[in-house]
């Protein structure tokens, strides 16, 4: 079983700071998701990344996956209110239907 | 383009009741369909995905069903409920063509049990 470890779990910081939230596995995925959720809504696609090293930047939000295709982080420059929300990661694996969904990191920017 | 409805958005049920959830997509075809169930703040659990039409794989045995009764409809569905199925439901599509299988999520339905 494919497992997604997201650390930390809860993070609360003041606006304009910087964080960086992790995305961990034991198991290679073919590329790999981040999702943002608000509450009572469904997640919405940030970015896929899909080749190890490779870096993607969302304005404020770069994105990384890792060399080996295991992990992958989340950094947030000079985090706003509008950042606050749910973190999902989430794996393919190559020739499956299915993703694998991190355990989530809930974000709190504080005004 | 693409668009996902799901619905009720909110549901409370007697335990022992019956449920059906729906969930429609337009603007595509031949979608990956899939339900997942999500406890509060956290991830999200695979229950079922499709295929295609009548194709239907579960991933974890439980009260649940799903039907596919046409390539744009997916169907979540319950005899009895249990005090257990409380959550919020999330229904997905992803485009079959895509190596990378981004998903595309509707704004689910929070269902309480009493």
């Known amino acids: 079983t494919q497992l997604l470890e997201q650390s930390p779990q809860f993070l609360s910081i003041q606006e304009g700071e910087n964080l960086t939230v992790y995305c961990n596995s034991s198991?290679?995925?073919?590329?790999l998701q981040w999702y943002r959720q608000e509450p009572g809504e469904g997640p919405v696609l940030l970015v896929t990344?899909?080749?190890?090293?490779e870096v993607k930047k969302l304005k404020r939000l770069t994105f990384q996956f890792g060399d080996a295709r295991k992990d992958s982080s989340l950094h947030i420059t000079a985090a706003q209110p509008g950042d606050t929300g749910l973190y999902l990661c989430?794996?393919?694996?190559?020739?499956?239907?299915?993703?694998?969904f991190g355990t989530g990191t809930r974000l709190t920017i504080i005004p | 383009s693409q668009t996902i409805h799901q619905w009720p958005a909110t549901l409370v049920q007697p335990v022992g009741s019956p449920l059906s959830l729906e969930c429609t997509v337009e603007?595509?075809?031949?979608?990956?369909l899939y339900w997942y169930r999500q406890a509060a703040g956290r991830g999200l659990q695979l229950l079922f995905y499709?295929?295609?039409?009548?194709?239907i794989s579960s991933e974890v045995p439980q009260n649940l069903s799903a039907s596919r009764p046409q390539d744009r409809q997916f169907i979540l569905s319950s005899k009895k409920l249990l005090l257990s199925d409380s959550g919020f439901y999330l229904c997905?599509?992803?485009?079959?063509?895509?190596?990378?299988?981004?998903?595309?999520f509707g704004d689910g339905t929070r269902l309480s049990i009493l």
């Open positions: 989430a794996g393919a694996s190559f020739g499956n239907e299915k993703l694998t």
């Open positions: 997905a599509w992803s485009p079959t063509w895509s190596g990378h299988q981004p998903q595309h």
């Open positions: 198991s290679v995925f073919s590329s």
């Open positions: 499709s295929v295609g039409i009548g194709q």
């Open positions: 603007g595509t075809s031949n979608p990956n």
């Open positions: 990344v899909v080749t190890g090293g």
